[in-house]
């Protein structure tokens, strides 16, 4: 946008602010009294009541005078409404509107007389709306405030915005900005109020403090945040804690955990974006609150139709990797899908679905849910992209919901380039979805006469690091079911650990029995009639604080008894209950051989 050129003719028009604006600097004698604060505040109002530039522009027409921070305010929201993931949406109505042009032209004029905060919140709000940075404009505005900064005369919060315009015209790089982190180091941290530092941690959080710069400085302010929190708002509460996150505070986790314990008074009246970054902070610190979730509940509950679908996907984010099953939350959300998917985008479609799958949870309302994402998939297929649409199909079979309609895209040469061409490729966490999804058909739906799966895209096991469809077994829980095995059945040789079988899946322990029931050695294989698979299930493979299996252990068991395993499950909240070996080895007689009193074989 190029605001260089002011040629027009002022102040023709009566109803119009041109040649009526008020551009003294004189802010401090404006909002002296008490009435003349609530005038701001009403102003600012609505000012917020304005939701396009043209509303904004009608307001500012309608203002019988201005004064500089007015005009800053007003650029400030014309950010707010016109500026998105750092563009502007009508840079040229912009340009071209004479109230905006009119005002650009008297904030050049009057450069010198502008306030310090006028000078830096217009300079700040102009380079974000991509006034043309060569404009005599910002030449002004930009040497103006060079001119002050060398004087010493900025606030704390003066340099923070200075920074922060400074940061998005010429990047961390920019000369000036060691120069306001000096005058800022300079100054006692202990005088600092909450929103000053808020301030701080946005300035580094933005650029300045990357790649573990001012470390010390960070430091410091995190000591004496600790202090500050009982103080926080909702907005500085998301403010400081979205700036851990970026900068990876990891050595100030005690202050993310009281800041996040904090935030639980505050999420009724958090905006959509804030609830995001507070959410962000649990996930990246691992921490987790049940009063937290009890209060999530209640938000989602009550405001899931009217929140933004990027902030309902963070909360399945949030519950998906914290393993949390909230019935409140995903019923909320399965209602919400239902009447409102058509206004999301296919990747938030899939973000608030997938931990359905996860978590292995169907809601009330699964029928009606699986028949809008149907006809979602019908109309909208091309619009996902490629591995999107791989976890959300591969989810839906979690949960024994079987997209037979899609699987022959799927599995289509394709759809399988297309896989490998969008990062991060055929990789082996994608090949073991392929495969799953591909057993999956075989084992629970023997109708599918679709295409099949190719054998060069298919893994031999789906254990491995990482990203893995199955848990590797708790050593600890593991030696301890030995141990009771070895005394039930009189010697270690009976039974094998950690088997691969044939469809992909690795068994905790296996047991072979002959056509009597007897076990045999686990190096037999002759003469097998039944194959027992122990699953020893420690606590990460349930949601947490439940008894509620993870999907992808769910789908395991299914498919393990369908191909003619007896599944025997030895969960953590029985096992733990049992106090002596004699505990144990009836414990575990009665789990594996329920129809036998023998105990000597």
């Known amino acids: 946008m190029v605001c260089r050129n002011y040629q027009m003719e002022l102040g023709n028009s009566p109803s119009s602010v041109i040649g009526t604006v008020s551009l003294h600097g004189e802010v401090g004698d404006h909002f002296k009294s008490n009435s003349k604060q609530t005038e701001g505040k009403k102003l600012l109002k609505e000012l917020d009541n304005c939701h396009s530039y043209k509303e904004i522009f009608t307001f500012a027409n309608s203002l019988e005078s201005l004064t500089d921070t007015t005009v800053a305010a007003i650029f400030q929201r014309l950010c707010d409404v016109e500026v998105e993931d750092g563009r502007v949406k009508h840079p040229q109505d912009l340009a071209e509107d004479r109230i905006f042009q009119s005002l650009c032209f008297q904030l050049e004029q009057e450069s010198p007389n502008l306030s310090d905060v006028g000078l830096v919140n217009s300079l700040s709000a102009l380079i974000k709306l991509r006034v043309d940075p060569r404009s005599t404009l910002l030449v002004r505005l930009i040497s103006e405030s060079q001119e002050r900064l060398s004087k010493g005369q900025l606030t704390l919060k003066d340099l923070c915005v200075l920074a922060e315009g400074l940061l998005d015209l010429e990047g961390p790089d920019c000369a000036i900005l060691e120069e306001i982190m000096d005058q800022l180091q300079s100054t006692n941290l202990e005088d600092w109020k909450p929103d000053e530092m808020a301030m701080v941690y946005r300035t580094l959080q933005l650029g300045v403090g990357k790649r573990g710069k001012y470390q010390d400085l960070l430091n410091k302010m995190n000591n004496v945040t600790m202090n500050q929190v009982s103080e926080f708002n909702p907005k500085l509460t998301s403010v400081v804690l979205n700036a851990l996150v970026c900068l990876d505070q990891t050595q100030a986790i005690p202050l993310a955990i009281k800041i996040c314990k904090h935030s639980i008074r505050h999420i009724p009246r958090f905006t959509d974006d804030e609830i995001i970054h507070v959410l962000e902070a649990f996930i990246h610190f691992g921490h987790n609150d049940p009063f937290f979730t009890q209060a999530l509940e209640r938000h989602v509950a009550k405001n899931a139709f009217t929140m933004q679908p990027k902030a309902v996907s963070k909360v399945m984010q949030y519950c998906s990797r914290k393993r949390i099953l909230s019935k409140t939350i995903f019923n909320a959300v399965a209602e919400c899908l ?97 495969t799953q999804l591909s057993l999956t058909v075989t084992v629970e739906c023997p109708s599918y006469e679709g295409p099949k799966l190719l054998p060069k895209y298919r893994v031999k096991s789906f254990l491995m690091p990482n990203h893995s469809l199955e848990s590797s077994v708790d050593i600890h829980f593991y030696n301890r079911v030995k141990a009771g095995l070895i005394d039930l059945l009189g010697a270690r040789m009976y039974f094998a650990s950690r088997v691969l079988t044939p469809y992909y899946y690795t068994i905790d322990i296996e047991i072979k029995l002959d056509e009597e029931g007897f076990v045999l050695l686990a ?79």
């Not at 299914?558 to 733990?576: D, N, T």
């Open 338 to 434: 239902i009447y409102s998917a058509d206004r999301f985008t296919t990747t938030q479609i899939a973000q608030q679905i997938i931990p359905f799958g996860k978590l292995n949870y169907l809601p009330t309302c699964s029928p009606a849910l699986f028949r809008k994402l149907e006809r979602v998939l019908s109309s909208r297929f091309a619009q996902f992209q490629p591995h999107v649409l791989l976890n959300l199909l591969h989810s839906f079979t979690l949960v024994e919901r079987y997209p037979l309609n899609f699987l022959a895209r799927v599995f289509s040469p394709y759809f399988l380039r297309q896989l490998q061409a969008e990062a991060p490729g055929l990789t082996r966490s994608v090949l073991s979805q392929l």
């Open 523 to 601: 190096n037999q294989y002759e003469e097998v009639s039944q194959r027992i698979a122990l699953c020893i299930d420690d606590p990460k493979r349930f949601c947490i604080n439940s008894h509620n299996l993870l999907g992808k252990e769910a789908i395991k068991r299914r498919h393990l008894k369908l191909v003619g395993y007896e599944v025997v499950q030895i969960p953590f909240f029985e096992f733990e209950l049992l106090n002596s070996r004699t505990d144990t080895v009836e414990y575990l007689h009665k789990k594996i051989f329920p129809n036998s009193y023998r105990l000597s074989w």
